[in-house]
Nanobody, 123 residues
């Protein structure tokens, strides 16, 4: 069993930055792929970014490419999401997830999920 806890969300002005963290417990993450998804009100949950277990491969949705950066620190059992140049359309609840298929963009291929952290971008 894996428990994931996201943090770092909040209210930020458009153009600003936030750094989300996802801390895991219950099992080491070093052999698992990790992903971030988000869900805006009235919309489906969507893929944002993912990282392989080694951290050498990263994957991004086109909408965040060049603005967001995913990274991981296996020694700390933590994954990070650095979000720069935030836009109003980035407003959503952000979830981290653990899976076994690196780079999967399907939420159904992730086995464990955090509770989410709210990110609100104001104009």
């Amino acid at each position: 069993q894996v428990q994931l806890v996201e943090s770092g969300g909040g209210l930020v002005q458009a153009g600003g930055s936030l750094r989300l963290s996802c801390a895991a417990s219950g099992r080491t993450l070093s052999r698992y792929a990790m992903g971030w998804f988000r869900q805006a009100p009235g919309k489906e949950r969507e893929f944002v970014t993912a990282i392989s277990w080694s951290g050498t491969r990263t994957y991004y949705a086109e909408s965040v490419q060049g603005r967001f950066t995913i990274s991981r620190e296996n020694a700390e059992n933590t994954v990070y999401l650095q979000m720069n140049s935030l836009k109003r359309e980035d407003t959503a609840v952000y979830y981290c997830a653990v899976g076994t298929i690196a780079g999967s963009r399907s939420q159904y291929e992730y086995d464990y999920w955090g509770q989410g952290t709210q990110v609100t971008v104001s104009s």
